[in-house]
């Protein structure tokens, strides 16, 4: 099945028309150089890329037409989205970073709820559009700290600014499918996707995980740890944005079907405590060792776990790389930067492998 998904989004992607926006950010850049491998002409819309990023390093801007723009400038966005007239939008921008979000919380809510809304309203007013897919997180739902695997029909409810404003994108995004997108003069296909944390090579986010790792390692320090007992599921981004590709893909072909909410995380296989992941860098890296250091304001869950029946049931997606496979990955991502090839072909060798594509 998931060998035939990834069949389907190469032959499905090749030549449409998409609208990314957020391609300057982690996610955003390794989505931005996936459409380009599969020959999408996708036209991508965000904030300049920071000094040091991974779009930066391997020259986007020369893989899809980057367009600069905040999604709180809806005059901009509009008229980004009427030039390309796409017929896919896959909507990622946001202020990602849960204790940046804590620290400026109004920023926080004016790009993750008014971008959204902005994005939306671009959408309202272009006809070209067929399916719009939403990103969102995991931390959108009401966490009792119980261990439980939260399911799409749970309670949302997210306490802090990154949570509740991710929260609010759901909404928002319901209620738009239902007063202007889903009528009978329209059909778009409307979705969102509840994202796990997701990691891969290229992160240069130093208050995340893997990039704090692999800076101590460089440094010949101990990894310090904020929660070493924090469960998270840990995906890889190769899963997470096939994930994404479906869902377009789908609510596309299918707009009434798949006009939903849905799980994109790891199986059961993939549901990890932060230590864990420590542990594991040591079999690829020697003497990797943590101490346990201060904590954000931000009071963060203990844990944490989606349950993805509904998308193994009704997406022909399931995630394929196990969290050993998915920890190489990023190892060999940061040797091969280290010996000097460039990022845009370690990139690229990286979603080939992965979509099996030739050249």
């Given at each position: 099945m998931a060998?035939?998904?990834?069949?389907?989004?190469k032959a499905f992607y090749k030549g449409k028309r998409v609208f990314v926006t957020g391609h300057t950010g982690y996610k955003g850049a390794w989505l931005a150089a996936m459409l380009s491998e599969l020959g999408a002409q996708a036209t991508c819309y965000a904030l300049e890329a920071p000094a040091g990023s991974m779009f930066e390093k391997m020259h986007g801007e020369e893989m899809v037409h980057s367009v600069i723009g905040d999604v709180r400038d809806y005059d901009k966005l509009h008229a980004a989205m009427q030039e390309a007239q796409p017929e896919i939008v896959l909507h990622l921008a946001a202020q990602a970073i849960v204790n940046d979000c804590f620290q400026n919380p109004r920023y926080a809510y004016?790009?993750?709820?008014m971008g959204t809304v902005n994005l939306l309203e671009a959408v309202r007013a272009c006809p070209s559009v067929k399916s719009v897919m939403v990103v969102t997180t995991d931390k959108v739902y009401e966490n009792k700290g119980d261990g439980a695997l939260y399911v799409e029909t749970d309670p949302l409810g997210g306490v802090d600014p990154y949570s509740s404003s991710k929260t609010c994108m759901e909404y928002i995004t319901d209620t738009y499918k239902r007063s202007y997108l889903q009528t009978p003069e329209r059909m778009v296909g409307v979705c969102t996707a509840r994202a796990s944390n997701v990691l891969g090579g290229g992160d240069y986010v130093q208050s995340r995980l893997i990039p704090s790792i692999l800076r101590?390692?460089?440094?010949g320090k101990p990894v310090e740890l904020r929660h070493p007992h924090q469960t998270r599921p840990w995906q890889s981004m190769m899963d997470a944005l096939n994930?994404?590709?479906?869902?377009?893909?789908?609510?596309?072909?299918?707009?009434?079907?798949?006009s939903s909410q849905w799980n994109i995380g790891p199986t059961k296989d993939g549901i990890k405590d932060v230590l864990w992941v420590v542990e594991k860098m040591q079999a690829y890296y020697a003497d990797t060792h943590y101490v346990v250091g201060g904590a954000f304001d931000v009071k963060e869950s203990g844990t944490l776990g989606l349950d993805i029946t509904k998308s193994l049931q009704h997406l022909d997606w399931e995630p394929l790389l196990?969290?050993?496979?998915?920890?190489?990955?990023?190892?060999?991502?940061?040797?091969?930067?280290?010996?000097?090839m460039p990022v845009r072909e370690i990139v690229q060798k990286q979603i080939r492998e992965f979509f099996e594509i030739d050249g």
């Amino acid at each position: 099945m998931a060998k035939d998904c990834n069949l389907k989004n190469k032959a499905f992607y090749k030549g449409k028309r998409v609208f990314v926006t957020g391609h300057t950010g982690y996610k955003g850049a390794w989505l931005a150089a996936m459409l380009s491998e599969l020959g999408a002409q996708a036209t991508c819309y965000a904030l300049e890329a920071p000094a040091g990023s991974m779009f930066e390093k391997m020259h986007g801007e020369e893989m899809v037409h980057s367009v600069i723009g905040d999604v709180r400038d809806y005059d901009k966005l509009h008229a980004a989205m009427q030039e390309a007239q796409p017929e896919i939008v896959l909507h990622l921008a946001a202020q990602a970073i849960v204790n940046d979000c804590f620290q400026n919380p109004r920023y926080a809510y004016e790009s993750n709820v008014m971008g959204t809304v902005n994005l939306l309203e671009a959408v309202r007013a272009c006809p070209s559009v067929k399916s719009v897919m939403v990103v969102t997180t995991d931390k959108v739902y009401e966490n009792k700290g119980d261990g439980a695997l939260y399911v799409e029909t749970d309670p949302l409810g997210g306490v802090d600014p990154y949570s509740s404003s991710k929260t609010c994108m759901e909404y928002i995004t319901d209620t738009y499918k239902r007063s202007y997108l889903q009528t009978p003069e329209r059909m778009v296909g409307v979705c969102t996707a509840r994202a796990s944390n997701v990691l891969g090579g290229g992160d240069y986010v130093q208050s995340r995980l893997i990039p704090s790792i692999l800076r101590s390692i460089a440094e010949g320090k101990p990894v310090e740890l904020r929660h070493p007992h924090q469960t998270r599921p840990w995906q890889s981004m190769m899963d997470a944005l096939n994930g994404y590709l479906s869902l377009g893909r789908l609510a596309y072909e299918e707009p009434e079907k798949y006009s939903s909410q849905w799980n994109i995380g790891p199986t059961k296989d993939g549901i990890k405590d932060v230590l864990w992941v420590v542990e594991k860098m040591q079999a690829y890296y020697a003497d990797t060792h943590y101490v346990v250091g201060g904590a954000f304001d931000v009071k963060e869950s203990g844990t944490l776990g989606l349950d993805i029946t509904k998308s193994l049931q009704h997406l022909d997606w399931e995630p394929l790389l196990t969290c050993d496979k998915m920890l190489y990955n990023i190892v060999e991502y940061y040797k091969l930067e280290r010996s000097g090839m460039p990022v845009r072909e370690i990139v690229q060798k990286q979603i080939r492998e992965f979509f099996e594509i030739d050249g």
